[in-house]
């Protein structure tokens, strides 16, 4: 992949590129539809005020979600290898890691809970800016959606505004340009929902991307690559679901707040493994 090629410093910067495009559909859907060519009526401002409160939500969890430590486990806790459980050891960070914890290559630290290595954000998502991550996807698909809707409601206006030009010149390509991105719009923001909706799944079944990483690879292989029974930590959609976003429903869309637990001890339910063997000694 290019991203592996660039040099450290432009990898930094990946926050700020995003934050430069989300920041130029917006200005260039406010000025060439909404100034331009919007009839303004009460449905149009409505969805502009919305749009634009979506737009500040995505920098502010953009921001929350870059430069908020994911769950780094400090170094210096250093234990002698245990061959018997080679995979809660970490030989880069020597440390015996928590269950649940996984060593990124990139950050060349161990993340508790990690879900995954963004570039977009220069951060590994982990524990502590899972919730981050998901609301920017939120507030992308939202802010997405509403500009669709919006280019919906001036499509006709827009198609006509590229005809007005007789000639091939710079004019007639702009509007031809305008009307592109906001077509497109509407396909990318279906887009974006589902990419929201698949890592909302994962939350509301208590696991990460890594974790259906590996499930998918013991279906295929019909090997146990996990020590530990994922499915012991799904303890139900609203306990999931407050774990990383909390029990204030009114901070529920807002980046702020840290998950319900420490990484380090998680609350489990009985295995089925557990389960069929507690089944077994009472028919005993």
């Known amino acids: 992949m ?17 934050a430069f495009l989300i920041l130029l559909i917006y200005l260039t859907f406010v000025y060439f539809v909404f100034v331009q060519i919007s009839k303004k009526t009460l449905i ?35 234990v002698e290898h245990d061959e ?108 974006l929902y589902y990419f929201f909706w698949i890592n909302f799944k994962l939350i509301i079944i208590n696991i990460g991307t890594l974790d259906q990483l590996i499930l998918e690879i013991e279906a295929q292989s019909k090997r146990k690559y996990s020590r530990n029974d994922l499915t012991v930590y799904d303890l139900g959609f609203w306990y999931n679901f407050q774990f990383y976003f909390g029990k204030n429903p009114f901070l529920w869309l807002i980046p702020v707040g840290i998950p319900l637990g420490d990484g380090y001890h998680w609350d489990k339910k009985v295995s089925s493994r557990e389960m069929s063997g507690k089944d077994l000694n009472i028919m005993e």
């Open 2 to 18: 290019f991203y592996d090629f660039m040099p450290q410093v432009l990898k930094k910067q990946f926050p700020l590129i995003l």
């Open 44 to 78: 149009e401002w409505v969805i502009f005020y919305m749009g634009t409160f979506s737009v500040y939500m995505i920098f502010w969890s953009l921001y929350k979600a870059s430069t908020i430590e994911p769950g780094f486990i400090p170094k210096n806790t250093m």
């Open 84 to 191: 018997t459980q080679p995979q809660n050891y970490c030989l880069s960070c020597r440390i015996r890691r928590p269950e649940r914890s996984h060593h990124c290559s990139k950050c060349q630290r161990c993340i508790l809970n990690m879900d995954h290595h963004c570039i977009w954000t220069s951060n590994c998502i982990g524990l502590y800016n899972r919730k981050y991550f998901i609301l920017i996807l939120f507030w992308g698909s939202l802010g997405m959606f509403l500009a669709s809707i919006f280019g919906l409601i001036n499509l006709s206006a827009l198609w006509n505004k590229i005809w007005e030009y007789d000639s091939l010149d710079f004019n007639k390509v702009w509007a031809g340009f305008i009307f592109f991105i906001v077509f497109s719009q509407f396909f990318n923001s279906f887009g």
